[in-house]
Nanobody
Framework: QVQLVESGGGLVQPGGSLRLSCAVP????????IGWFRQAPGKEREGVAC????????YYADSLKGRFTISRDYAKNTMYLQMNTLKPEDTGVYYC????????????????????WGQGTQVTVSS
């Protein structure tokens, strides 16, 4: 049974930081590309960052480079998204998802290619 379980969201002031977690019980983390997406109020969901299978690299949306960092903890079978210097426009529900493709292409953030999704965690950036 594949599951992705996000946690770590919350309310933070502008300029603050949060670390989101995506636990993936039932998956062998190294064999899978995992992406992070977010959906702001009234907007479509967008790709934020992804980590390719077998160490194929980490990728970020252009607007987020330098502020967000994606990482893996193989011992805990968990993905992380470290978010720094948060802005009000970063507010939204953040999701992690598994890329179904047997090759590294997560950076296109094609939702049709992501077959398992977490339930989402709310991030609110506000003073």
């Amino acid at each position: 049974q594949v599951q992705l379980v996000e946690s770590g969201g919350g309310l933070v002031q502008p300029g603050g930081s949060l670390r989101l977690s995506c636990a993936v019980p039932g998956l062998i983390l190294d064999r899978n590309s995992i992406g992070w997406f977010r959906q702001a109020p009234g907007k479509e969901r967008e790709g934020v960052a992804c980590s390719s299978r077998y160490g194929g690299g980490e990728y970020y949306a252009d607007s987020l480079k330098g502020r967000f960092t994606i990482s893996r903890d193989y011992a805990k079978n968990t993905m992380y998204l470290q978010m720094n210097t948060l802005k009000p426009e970063d507010t939204g529900v953040y999701y992690c998802a598994k890329d179904r493709r047997p090759f590294s292409a997560c950076y296109d953030y094609l939702e049709s290619q992501y077959d398992y999704w977490g339930q989402g965690t709310q991030v609110t950036v506000s003073s």
